[in-house]
């Protein structure tokens, strides 16, 4: 099977192929009583060489590689609860197993010599076991390489959305972007500063600060000092998140209702698996569109009971989406988000006389 978006070969042959030094016989897509005839890596290695960014693995279905956003199946027989437990939890080391059974979720590093490495996350899910690797980029860009005003405005092109920034360096990065990336400032904030002749973060940086004081009060002076790249705030990183979102933006405006669902049900598996990682379920779904026009549209719902379970995440998503009522508006964006988090409680050792 060819998958006409991409024009690769979406199934397993026979034949073998070659990736870097290494000479895979790739296995029939046939499945036996005993297990499926293909391995863990078998598949990775095809993925590699489908130049996928990663390949999910969920029970009574066959593995999906996701090419170009896509999520493709490759053609072969749905992989039993039990092929599944066979092939993933041998890879775990001890503690990793552990943590495992612990708390249903494990995130961790995996590499096929020669092809790849992967960031892996298996999880258990209604008494079954899933997982998804996420091909690592092997090349990352370097600074000079970046176009950076449209890097920030549009992370997306970028692997992985990594930009390179080196100390003492900040403020010649930050100098040509538009204010309107600086955290904190709105728009009536923005329209004024553009009155005074500011319109990028360099020109903020230079602008004389007594009379940003005067126009914007004492806080045109920490608006400076973030233009300059200097921050006096701490990084506390003991607080726990209080929303979960993830969001994709399409090559081409999409209109069709099942191609929208198809999307957020891949963003509503990402932020699940997230979830389980942390042990956090969530109340509230909430699903952000953008149109072509840059106006967004946002609904929720809420639930009476928090919840983990990436099915009912996605009802709660899908009648978001009814509720948007975008009907056949072109959609350019879609986001699935979770707030209403209630993060595992610390085990506390009582006083003896408490």
């Known amino acids: 099977m060819r998958d006409e978006a991409s024009g690769r070969d979406s199934s397993l042959s026979p034949h073998p192929f070659i990736i870097g030094s290494v000479t895979v016989q790739t296995p029939t897509p046939a499945a036996t009583e005993q297990g499926p005839s293909f391995t863990l890596n078998d598949l990775l290695i095809y993925a590699a060489k489908q130049q996928a960014s990663d390949l999910h693995l969920k029970p009574m279905r066959p593995p999906l590689v996701r090419i170009h956003g896509k999520l493709v199946p490759i053609k072969t027989e749905p992989l039993k609860p039990a092929d599944l437990e066979k092939m993933l939890l041998p890879i775990l080391n001890r503690p990793q197993r552990e943590k495992f059974d612990t708390v249903q979720s494990v995130d961790f590093g995996y590499g096929v010599p020669g092809v790849a490495r992967f960031r892996a996350n298996l999880y258990m899910q209604r008494g079954t076991v899933g997982a998804v690797f996420r ?23 970028i692997p992985d959305g990594l930009v390179l920034v080196h100390p003492g360096t900040e403020s010649d990065f930050l100098a040509p972007l538009p204010i309107g990336v600086i955290p904190g400032l709105g728009p009536k904030t923005e329209e004024r500063l553009r009155l005074m002749g500011v319109r990028t ?10 009379r940003l004081i005067q126009a914007l009060g004492p806080g045109g002076a920490m608006l400076q000092r973030l233009a300059d790249g200097r921050d006096r705030s701490p990084v506390d990183g003991s607080r726990p998140a209080k929303t979960l979102s993830a969001e994709t933006t399409f090559e081409q405006d999409v209109t069709e209702v099942d191609q929208l669902e198809a999307a957020l049900r891949e963003l509503v598996d990402r932020v699940a ?19 072509p026009d840059f106006r967004q549209v946002s609904r929720q719902v809420s639930r009476t009971s928090p919840t983990d379970d990436a099915d009912a995440i996605f009802r709660a998503a899908r009648t978001a989406l009814e509720k948007s009522h975008v009907e056949s508006r072109p959609v350019r964006l879609i986001g699935v988000g979770l707030s209403g988090l209630v993060h595992p409680q610390p085990d506390l050792q009582l006083n003896l006389f408490d």
Do not use: N
């Open 273 to 291: 698996e997230r979830l389980r990682a942390d042990g956090v379920r969530a109340r509230t779904v909430y699903v952000k569109l953008k149109l």
């Open 135 to 157: 091909r690592i980029p092997i090349q990352i860009l370097g600074i000079d390489a970046l176009e950076l005003p449209l890097a920030i405005r549009d992370l997306s092109h």
């Open 201 to 210: 973060v360099g020109d903020l940086a230079g602008h004389e600060t007594q």
